[in-house]
């Protein structure tokens, strides 16, 4: 159902291992620690067969934190080997031995696992299924937000992070995540008020698609600024989630400007749809730059016949205020048509 795209990350990756065997081998293991670690590798690996099944992979997580260093079992850190490819960046795979590394890593997977999710449901989303779907693809996202924040609190409480480090589990990707999943919840959130009949008003709508452009425009800054000081952040990613903060703003100016019309504000309704106009142009000046995927395409022809519509709006409430005009004044007025009209030129002739 075209009108709204969600952003989601590739599966993040990682093989079935035996944390004892890999501990003799690095020499970090005292034979009494043998039976703790043998119990965690089947509880890691029990996890990874069922696909992250919630169960298995709490479990899991629960033994992962004991053996963090300010957990019961924290002498044992080192000897979780970690072992995982990324899913932002080049496709290589990082190994080290620390288990801050291994918690911020499923955390991060799981996360990614309930992006996919809510990717899957939107795409098969039709008019009879949009409040179900909005409903479970907002808890989802909220979901996933929350794990992104939790290892990104792991990472920045235990973890040295330099310039080798693995993007995906970098504390300000892992922010910037977080971020884009707080602004796909609130729009998915606005996007089903859109779709229904007892719908709010067009001011609150003009808020709420505020507070969706500026959560995009934080997730964006968050990421990019990871990418400029050498985290490799896919530029793909990156410009989906620019595309994503530049559709917001101008459903914002949209709803601006219905509800200036409403309010027989023409002057300031014709300048909002004016913005909106314009920063439809330079989208789409810079989707021919950096092309645009097919879910983002269909939401953007949405935007467009959306643009088209308050346009329409805003032209008719326009010359219905004219006519009234005229009316009181008792002479004839000139109809004004969409872009054609000039606030100056609305200006000049309501004061005459």
């Given at each position: 159902m075209a009108g709204v795209a969600i952003l989601s990350l590739p599966q993040k990756t990682t093989i079935e291992l035996d944390f004892a065997k890999k501990a003799m081998h690095f020499g970090k293991m005292v034979k009494v620690n043998a039976a703790v670690l043998n119990q965690v590798t089947k509880i890691r690996n029990a996890m990874i067969r069922s696909k992250y099944d919630p169960d298995a992979t709490d479990e899991y997580m629960q033994a992962l934190v004991g053996m963090l260093p300010d957990g019961p079992a924290g002498?044992?850190?080192?000897?979780?080997?970690?072992?995982?490819?990324?899913c932002l960046g080049p496709k290589t795979s990082h190994a080290a031995a620390d288990a801050v590394y291994e918690a911020a890593s499923?955390?991060?997977?799981?996360?990614?696992?309930?992006?996919?999710?809510?990717?899957s449901m939107v795409e098969v989303m039709n008019t009879s299924s949009v409040e179900r779907v909005c409903k479970e693809s907002y808890r989802r996202l909220l979901t996933a937000a929350g794990k992104y924040e939790k290892a990104a609190e792991f990472m920045k409480t235990f973890a040295k992070v330099d310039r080798n480090f693995p993007a995906d589990i970098h504390p300000t990707i892992?922010?910037?995540?977080?971020?884009l999943c707080l602004a796909q919840a609130q729009?998915?959130?606005?996007?089903?008020s859109m779709?229904?009949?007892?719908?709010?008003?067009?001011?609150l709508m003009a808020k709420l698609t505020a507070q969706v452009h500026a959560l995009y425009t934080e997730a964006y800054q968050l990421l990019a600024n990871a990418h400029s000081s050498g985290d490799d952040v896919s530029a793909?990613?990156?410009?989906?989630?620019?595309?994503?903060?530049?559709?917001?703003?101008?459903?914002?100016?949209?709803?601006?400007?219905?509800?200036?019309?409403k309010a027989d504000k023409t002057a300031?309704?014709?300048s909002a749809i004016d913005q909106a106009a314009e920063l439809?142009?330079?989208l789409e000046k810079d989707a021919r730059q950096v092309k645009m995927p097919p879910p983002l395409v269909a939401e953007y022809k949405a935007l467009l016949e959306a643009q088209s519509r308050f346009e329409y709006k805003v032209s008719r409430d326009v010359n219905m205020y004219g006519r009234a005009k005229a009316a009181a004044l008792d002479s004839p007025v000139p109809m004004i048509e969409g872009r054609g009209m000039t606030v100056a030129a609305l200006d000049t002739w309501t004061r005459n």
């Amino acid at each position: 159902m075209a009108g709204v795209a969600i952003l989601s990350l590739p599966q993040k990756t990682t093989i079935e291992l035996d944390f004892a065997k890999k501990a003799m081998h690095f020499g970090k293991m005292v034979k009494v620690n043998a039976a703790v670690l043998n119990q965690v590798t089947k509880i890691r690996n029990a996890m990874i067969r069922s696909k992250y099944d919630p169960d298995a992979t709490d479990e899991y997580m629960q033994a992962l934190v004991g053996m963090l260093p300010d957990g019961p079992a924290g002498v044992l850190r080192k000897a979780v080997f970690y072992y995982w490819e990324a899913c932002l960046g080049p496709k290589t795979s990082h190994a080290a031995a620390d288990a801050v590394y291994e918690a911020a890593s499923v955390l991060a997977c799981v996360a990614g696992g309930e992006l996919r999710k809510v990717e899957s449901m939107v795409e098969v989303m039709n008019t009879s299924s949009v409040e179900r779907v909005c409903k479970e693809s907002y808890r989802r996202l909220l979901t996933a937000a929350g794990k992104y924040e939790k290892a990104a609190e792991f990472m920045k409480t235990f973890a040295k992070v330099d310039r080798n480090f693995p993007a995906d589990i970098h504390p300000t990707i892992l922010d910037g995540l977080k971020t884009l999943c707080l602004a796909q919840a609130q729009e998915l959130a606005v996007y089903k008020s859109m779709n229904n009949s007892d719908n709010h008003g067009a001011e609150l709508m003009a808020k709420l698609t505020a507070q969706v452009h500026a959560l995009y425009t934080e997730a964006y800054q968050l990421l990019a600024n990871a990418h400029s000081s050498g985290d490799d952040v896919s530029a793909k990613f990156l410009s989906k989630a620019r595309y994503k903060a530049s559709m917001a703003r101008i459903r914002t100016f949209q709803y601006m400007s219905h509800t200036f019309s409403k309010a027989d504000k023409t002057a300031e309704a014709k300048s909002a749809i004016d913005q909106a106009a314009e920063l439809t142009a330079q989208l789409e000046k810079d989707a021919r730059q950096v092309k645009m995927p097919p879910p983002l395409v269909a939401e953007y022809k949405a935007l467009l016949e959306a643009q088209s519509r308050f346009e329409y709006k805003v032209s008719r409430d326009v010359n219905m205020y004219g006519r009234a005009k005229a009316a009181a004044l008792d002479s004839p007025v000139p109809m004004i048509e969409g872009r054609g009209m000039t606030v100056a030129a609305l200006d000049t002739w309501t004061r005459n």
